[in-house]
């Protein structure tokens, strides 16, 4: 028997149209009213996907076909879905943008996949009646997109709002959906590519109840809610899909045993996961299938703790590191630690933020940081991107982590590069090699990513466990013989 599992998509002209905060204001609208949403978040996006998950009140996970692959794409979206009530999916950029002409990967070919209705938002910004052809393009140019209706944004009053709907609705044949006008109060501030992380937000529920109380004063909710709930249904989970998530546990001993290990068992084993305000880019599936092959996780603070605790594992994600450097650099007991970890062997996994940290120094506007020094590699912060969008990465040659020969999908997502890149000569008379070639994106060094050192892996690329089972693999894989050896 298929099941409904009622869903949109919040879809957009392009970047910077009003997604977001249409998005954040549907979930926390319907949430007041009782109802249960599961956010999830289109494209290489870890700061939107923060902000959803904490209007929602629960995880918001990704549905990037690019990073993932269109089937899991269809499994993960009905296997989160865990009885809600409704799905709300943020698209990014715009509707049909994607890797190429043809849009792959593009928002639009996830609502295909997902067969889910589109609600277009637009900025309306200096124009009137043309608005009308601008969403008229929008539902010709692929009719297989199904666009159920139109949020105007940005509108400047009521006569300006009176035209644009009624060129609309007499030109496109859909509804408008709501006009929200040129909001004064900006609670979702910006920095870099997108907002500031939630978790730095001095205001968190003060801009959600903001977003929520705009799509009660601007939106059509009811009729947006029917046009979620007419949605053609899917079919069921599959009994090998993936399991809803669990939470991640604090620094603390447990008796619990992960699901998928015999109780009887004691081997569990401890993976360490960097989490505070330095670091806060991971995908929740990267947790979920870390413990779904047996791993206890372990949250730890490299700002607050003085070591780390015993961990066979220990995973660094990305983040904002130069938003708490003087904090880093000044927790010497917490990096003479890791650094005693490292040369016994430890498994250590870091992607961007978390490279960055292994690093010799940060150097932010002229000043330098010296950080945890596993490698003899100075980065620095720039005001202009240094690499943004999806990544290809080959493996070159056998590291802890990935066989010769894997292909690898993810993406870049920083603004810092490598302030010494004549050291790449060097890097083998220390033990030190680059796993990954580049086959799309830039890497550390030269088209080279992937720093290794003993059982240490650090790489600009972030990736996603779903698409890469390879990773889950072997942080378990790694795990378990650094515990194994250990006694």
């Known amino acids: 028997m298929k099941i409904q599992y009622p869903r949109l998509v919040i879809a957009g002209l392009k970047g910077g149209s009003g997604k977001t905060t249409v998005s954040l204001g549907l979930i926390a609208a319907w949430r007041k009213k009782g109802l249960r949403i599961i956010p999830y978040k289109k494209g290489p996006d870890y700061i939107d996907g923060g902000w959803l998950s904490s209007a929602a009140k629960r995880p918001c996970y990704n549905l990037d076909p690019f990073l993932i692959g269109k089937e899991k794409v269809l499994s993960s979206f009905k296997a989160h879905f865990n009885n809600a009530d409704c799905a709300v999916i943020e698209g990014n950029r715009g509707l049909y943008d994607g890797m190429d002409a043809e849009g792959t990967y593009s928002t639009a070919e996830l609502s295909k996949i997902l067969k889910v209705p589109v609600i277009l938002i637009l900025d309306c910004t200096k124009v009137t009646r043309t608005a009308s052809a601008m969403v008229l393009g929008m539902q010709k140019f692929d009719k297989k997109v199904d666009i159920k209706g139109?949020?105007?944004?940005?509108?400047?009053?009521?006569?300006?709002?009176?035209?644009?709907?009624?060129?609309?609705?007499?030109?496109?044949?859909?509804?408008?959906?709501?006009?929200?006008?040129?909001?004064?109060?900006?609670?979702?501030?910006?920095?870099h590519m997108g907002l500031v992380p939630f978790q730095e937000h001095p205001e968190v529920e003060k801009a959600i109840s903001f977003c929520a109380e705009v799509a009660e004063k601007y939106l059509d909710l009811n009729k947006i809610w029917k046009i979620a709930r007419n949605v053609p249904p899917?079919?069921?989970?599959?009994?090998?899909?993936?399991?809803?998530?669990?939470?991640?546990?604090?620094?603390?001993?447990?008796?619990?045993?992960?699901?998928?290990?015999?109780?009887?068992?004691?081997?569990?084993?401890?993976?360490?996961?960097?989490?505070?305000?330095?670091?806060?880019?991971?995908?929740?599936?990267?947790?979920?299938?870390?413990?779904?092959?047996?791993?206890?996780?372990?949250?730890?603070?490299?700002?607050?703790?003085?070591?780390?605790?015993?961990?066979?594992?220990?995973?660094?994600?990305?983040?904002?590191?130069?938003?708490?450097?003087?904090?880093?650099?000044?927790?010497?007991t917490f990096i003479n630690s890791l650094k005693k970890a490292v040369e016994s062997g430890l498994p250590v996994y870091a992607e961007c933020g978390g490279l960055m940290y292994l690093g010799d120094a940060l150097v932010l506007e002229g000043k330098t940081y010296p950080m945890?020094?596993?490698?003899?590699?100075?980065?620095?912060?720039?005001?202009?991107?240094?690499?943004?969008?999806?990544?290809?990465?080959?493996?070159?040659?056998?590291?802890?982590?990935?066989?010769?020969?894997?292909?690898?999908?993810?993406?870049?997502?920083?603004?810092?590069?490598?302030?010494?890149?004549?050291?790449?000569?060097?890097?083998?008379?220390?033990?030190?090699?680059?796993?990954?070639?580049?086959?799309?994106?830039?890497?550390?060094?030269?088209?080279?990513?992937?720093?290794?050192?003993?059982?240490?892996?650090?790489?600009?690329?972030?990736?996603?466990?779903?698409?890469?089972p390879e990773w889950t693999e072997g942080m378990i894989r790694r795990a378990l013989r650094y515990k194994k050896n250990r006694g």
């Open 150 to 191: 139109v949020v105007l944004n940005q509108i400047a009053g009521a006569r300006h709002e009176k035209v644009v709907r009624e060129a609309i609705e007499r030109y496109c044949n859909i509804p408008v959906l709501g006009a929200i006008p040129k909001l004064r109060k900006e609670f979702l501030s910006e920095r």
């Open 234 to 332: 899917l079919e069921p989970l599959s009994p090998r899909a993936t399991r809803p998530p669990r939470r991640i546990r604090p620094n603390a001993d447990r008796d619990e045993t992960p699901r998928s290990l015999d109780p009887s068992k004691k081997s569990v084993i401890r993976i360490g996961i960097i989490r505070d305000s330095a670091f806060q880019f991971y995908y929740p599936e990267n947790f979920e299938e870390l413990e779904r092959k047996g791993a206890r996780l372990i949250e730890i603070s490299a700002l607050k703790e003085k070591k780390l605790p015993d961990i066979d594992a220990l995973y660094i994600g990305g983040g904002f590191p130069e938003t708490n450097v003087l904090t880093l650099a000044k927790n010497k």
């Open 372 to 468: 945890a020094g596993i490698f003899p590699v100075k980065f620095v912060l720039e005001k202009r991107p240094q690499a943004h969008g999806y990544s290809i990465v080959e493996a070159q040659k056998d590291n802890p982590y990935y066989a010769e020969g894997d292909v690898i999908r993810g993406h870049e997502f920083h603004y810092s590069r490598v302030m010494n890149p004549d050291v790449a000569s060097e890097l083998s008379k220390k033990d030190i090699y680059f796993a990954f070639q580049m086959k799309r994106g830039e890497g550390i060094i030269n088209k080279m990513d992937g720093l290794c050192y003993k059982n240490v892996l650090a790489t600009y690329t972030h990736i996603h466990a779903l698409g890469t």
